[in-house]
Nanobody, 119 residues
Framework: QVQLAESGGGLVQAGGSLRLSCAAS????????MGWFRQVPGGERELVAA????????YYADSVKGRFTISRDDAKKTGYLQMYGVKPEDTAVYYC????????????WGQGTQVTVSS
């Protein structure tokens, strides 16, 4: 079973940068898609970015396009979400997740990391 652990959250000023990491343990991720989600209290979990592990095809939500970059390091089995030009509305708990390529649902989730952007 794959386990995920996020790190890198914290407090950052608006306009600043932050990099989140998601370390995977267990099997190789060749046939997986890694996604980064965020959720605010009382809100729905929102997919902000995703990457296919093998081809490194990427997806970004419109709200983060041009500001966030998703990447992965296969040797370290770690995915990253680089956040630039953060805004107060980026404040949320960020989760990384995995789904098997072709699956409709993400099945493995990390514990989440809080990102707070001060204005």
């Amino acid at each position: 079973q794959v386990q995920l652990a996020e790190s890198g959250g914290g407090l950052v000023q608006a306009g600043g940068s932050l990099r989140l990491s998601c370390a995977a343990s267990g099997r190789t991720l060749t046939n997986y898609v890694m996604g980064w989600f965020r959720q605010v209290p009382g809100g729905e979990r929102e997919l902000v970015a995703a990457i296919t592990w093998s081809e490194m095809r990427t997806y970004y939500a419109d709200s983060v396009k041009g500001r966030f970059t998703i990447s992965r390091d296969d040797a370290k089995k770690t995915g990253y979400l680089q956040m630039y030009g953060v805004k107060p509305e980026d404040t949320a708990v960020y989760y990384c997740a995995l789904k098997y390529r072709g699956a409709s649902e993400y099945s493995r989730w990390g514990q989440g990391t809080q990102v707070t952007v001060s204005s």
